[in-house]
Structure formats: structure tokens, C-alpha cells
């Protein structure tokens, strides 16, 4: 009588799922996947063997073990997460905070860090628990214009990204999208491989460069312990917490956490994947955050109280380095440049992996994966090789359009971070793995008025000129109000507008593995 009552539970969810209309050929759910764009089609998921409770039926409901062989199972997807740490970008904001501030912003980068592995876990908690990622989440939980403003805004920050390089290294960059396809066939265990070879480069290249600059130990550990913050060094400060919430890296680490055969409904599978995503975006991160810090320390070794702090960028940092360290058997020029290729390959790669995704998502669209990667692929390329042409005249223009791509991307984080914030905190989203609102609250806070001073302080020194004014105020006021539209539309407050297009998601049950 039990199987009967779980059996028509199943039926009846399956009923509210699936579309009205016939389902497609098996031909056809080879070649597209399913009628809902999924993440992952569930041939080229995971499959997480239960080594310790199997055959334990008294096991089912409880969470299982530690287990060594699990946790590799599980590692891939915060690593991947973790590339947003190290792209281009950071890199350069970790040169420029060592350069000026030294090894006072070491403390803040830790916490950002810190604060960065939580709100990822939270990406990764709306994956896991609800079994979709936050792009399909908000297509369901928000009206169509709306987003649209949020898939755009997000599209852009991708389409901005790796406009840095020459335009001859643009079209090197280009050609990672053959990889990339290349490498989707082969399972996302041999893309996981890749990224951790291009991390493990990017380890190796900013460790030889720490032990050959040899920073003072002293003041590393007086850095990242005795918080210190200076009013010379307060936009570097918010440039370094800015720096760890990427958009595009939201929603992306919601879709790679599906990668893994997890079943979304039974409680004690969900918190152990949570557990096991948790240590491996711990290790992950920490990685990164050793990457970042021998940066910063070199930087401030080499640069901090002289004359060339202020005009260090990412284009000419590999010359002073050569000029303040020398050659040698490995010259350390070729040896930051090295990083940096690996920095930029793999943030391009990702930055190509969350455009497929949020394209999917937000739009449903039923496209094959080469032709989805080679259309997000495209679509960067085409804009970065103009802007590269562009902007390729001097240094100084180069550091320009890095610092308003910056912007871009600060401008952008409420359109990532509050979706997320409202979605994990709806019961009916996410059952008993809702977060509470002294969270929600603290975190949307502190990102907001960082990113707020950040946005302040840029376009009081930059914007000139009576028709520039008028534009960004216009481009503002809609900015604001499209902000509170989403804070509304959240639980932190009662929302004026209609709730119909709210989530409706099954209760989550507990079944048999059989």
C-alpha cells in the first residue's frame, strides 16, 4: 500500500512538470535534451556511488559518512567557481592594491575571499536543492522585461570580458572555443582537468615569483592580522571586496553543482552534497586566495612608497618587474606572462561555460552544445576584437577601459546577487535549505554599499561635461528604480506588485533508491 501511495505521488509530480504536449522522439531528446533547457543532460551527470550505506535501507534518510572517494567524485565544480577569482581583472586589482596600499589589504582580501566562498555556497545551494540553476529559477520567479534587464545586464558583463589583449591575441584567445567544444565531448571530468592544469599554472608561475622577490614575511602575516585601512587606500580597499563577486560567476556555479547525479528531493543527499561542495570550494578558494596574496606581495614589495605605483596596470606590470627584478635563468617577465596567459584562457573558457548556461535558462532555448557555445563564443569575440582595435593606441587608454569595465561589472552584481537572495530564502523554493533574513539582509547590505561607494567615487572623478552628466543621471534614476524593483519583488520587504509569477515547486518528498 506504501509503494502504491509513493508510486502516485511520483505520477502526480511528473504530471505537473512535464509540458501538455507529446513528449519528443528519443532521437530528438539525444540530439536537444529535454523540452526544459536543462544544465546538464543526465548522461553526462556524475554519478556520486554511495560506497558506505548501500544495501542499508535503515541509512537511507540519514546523511552519509565522510568518504575520501565521494569527495573526489564531487570536486570539479568549485575550482571551476574559482577562476572568477583569478581572471585578468582581480589580478590587476591585487598589482595596484600591493603597488599603493602594500601589505596593509591583506586582511580585506582574506575576508573577501572568505565572503566570496559564501555566497557562492549559496549559488550552489539553490542548485543543489531545487535540482535547476538560478537562470531557469529567475525565467519562472520574474516577469519577461524584467528578465530581460537581468539576462542582458549579465550577457554584457561576459560579452566585456578579455578585451585586454591585443587584438592579435584576441584572435589566439578565440580559438579556446574548439577546445572548449572538443572537451564537452569528452565528459565535464576532462574540462574540470583542464581548469585545474591552468590553476596549477597559474600556482606554480605567481609562487616562483613570490620565492624569487622573497617578501617580507613580517609584514605578510602583520597584513593579513592587524586590519588597517588608510583614506589613501580606501578605493583600492573597495576594489579588492569588488573583485570577489563576479555576476556571471552566480549563476554559474548554481549549473555546475548539477553535474552530479544528485536526487533533489531527498533531504539527506542534498545536505551531503552541500557538504562535500562546501570543502571543495573551501580548498578551491583558498588557492586562490594564496594566488591573489603572492601577487599583492610582490607588487608591494617591488613598487609600495615609490614613483611607479600609481601607473602600474596589467599592460606594462611584467616590464617593472623586470626592470626592479632582472632576468635570469627564467626571467621573471616571462614567468608573470605566463600566469596571465593561463589567467586569461581560463576565464575566457568559463566566461563562455555561464553564457550557455544563462542563455539557456533565461530564454529556454533548445539548442545543440556546440551550437550554443559556438553562438556565446561569437558573440564575445566579434565586440572584443572592435573595442581591442579601438582601444589599442596607448597604455593609458588600455587602463581606461579596464577601469569602466570594472564599473560594468559592480553595476551589475545587484542583478546576480539579489535574485539569488530572494530565491534562497523562499520556502517554497528551497524547503527546510532556506536561509534566514538576518543573512539575506547582511549580505545584500554590505555587497550594495561597497559597490555603491565604488560606482560614487568613479563617476564623481570621471564624469564631465553638462550632456555626460545628463545621461548618466538619466542612465541612474532607471539603474535605481529597476534596484528597487527587485528589493520589492524580494522578501525583504512586502512586495506592491503581483506575486503570479512566483515558483510554484513540488514539496519535496523522501523515496527509495529503488
Known sequence: MENDVKVAEKKEEADRLLPPQSLPSNSDEEEYGSESEAAFESRDKIV????????????????????????????GPGFLMSIAFLDPGNLEGDLQAGAIAGYSLLWLLMWATAMGLLIQMLSARVGVATGRHLAELCRDEYPTWARYVIGSAIAIQILSRGVLPLWAGVVITASDCLLF?????????????????????MGLSFAWMFGKTKPS??????GILLPRLSSKTIRQAVGVVGCVIMPHNVFLHSALVQSRKINPKRKSRVQEALNYYLIESYVALFISFMINLFVTTVFAKGFYGTEKANNIGLVNAGQYLQEKFGGGLLPILYIWGIGLLAAGQSSTITGTYAGQFIMGGFLNLRLKKWMRAVITRSCVIVPTMIVAIVFNTSEASLDVLNEWLNVLQSVQI???????????SKEEVMGDFKIGPILQLGLAALVMIINGYLLLDFFVSEVNGFMFGVTVCVWTTAYVAFIVYLISHSNFIPSPWPSSSSIELPKRVTVSDS
Do not use: Q
Not at 572538443?182 to 581548469?195: D, I, P, S, T, W
Not at 614575511?217 to 602583520?222: A, D, H, R, T, Y
Not at 545587484?414 to 534562497?424: C, G, K, M
Open 414 to 424: 545587484p542583478f546576480a546577487l539579489l535574485p539569488l537572495l530572494t530565491l534562497v
Open 48 to 75: 556520486i556511488v554511495d560506497f558506505e550505506s548501500a544495501g542499508d535501507p535503515a541509512r537511507d534518510d540519514a546523511t552519509p559518512p565522510f568518504s575520501w572517494r565521494k569527495l573526489w567524485l564531487f570536486a
Open 181 to 201: 567544444l572538443f572537451l564537452e565531448n569528452y565528459g565535464v571530468r576532462k574540462l574540470e582537468a583542464v581548469f585545474a592544469v591552468l590553476i596549477a599554472t
Open 217 to 222: 614575511g613580517k609584514e605578510l602575516m602583520i
